[in-house]
């Protein structure tokens, strides 16, 4: 059988958003994240689709903020997709190692109950890298989480904490 190259173009084709207008609105109370030395990453599976070691660096005493992005790498740093964002809050029972670890659950334990986080790492494991911002305010960690989806509509995320930017993404998409 021939290779259809339209045919596969078309089968992996996403809807990215670029609400540039949005961008604009960013709060500058949370410019801090835009220090990029306070920002770790991390490519989420090893080449052989072992869990990638450095994810051990995750500090196991804070929350924080977490977001997985695509990228091939071929043009360093200039091919990222952001995908998802995520928070965790710092619990005695939760802090942002523990949360980040358990989307490997997510994966290997075949849970269905969120299939479109499965669904991203089924389809862009090889390609995909996680980056975090510790913090130790559950308050504002939650804030910025919102403030952040909100700004930057990852395509992953079911849940956009703005009912007027929300109902807008439901209409467009």
């Not at 334990?109 to 510790?134: G, H, I, Q």
């Not at 990852?154 to 439901?170: G, L, T």
Request: proline residues 4%; aromatic residues 14%; glycine residues 2%.
């Amino acid at each position: 059988m021939d290779y259809d190259l339209v045919d596969h173009i078309k089968n992996t084709e996403e809807k990215i958003r670029l609400p540039y207008d949005l961008w604009i609105k960013f709060d500058s109370k949370y410019d801090y994240v835009k220090n990029i030395s306070k920002w770790k990453n991390f490519k989420f599976y090893n080449a052989d689709g072992s869990r990638n070691s450095l994810r051990s660096n995750i500090p196991n005493d804070k929350g924080g903020i977490y977001c997985f992005y695509v990228s091939p790498e071929i043009i360093p740093t200039c091919q990222r997709i952001l995908l998802y964002i995520g928070e965790a809050h710092i619990t005695s029972k939760q802090n942002l190692r523990k949360r980040v670890n358990e989307y490997y659950g997510y994966i290997e334990n075949k849970d269905t109950s969120r299939a479109r986080v499965k669904y991203m790492f089924n389809k862009y494991k090889k390609y995909l890298y996680c980056v975090y911002f510790p913090l130790n305010d559950n308050t504002v960690i939650q804030e910025l989480e919102d403030a952040l989806i909100i700004t930057l509509l990852p395509c992953v995320n079911n849940d956009i904490p703005d009912v007027e930017i929300s109902k807008a993404v439901k209409a467009a998409f």
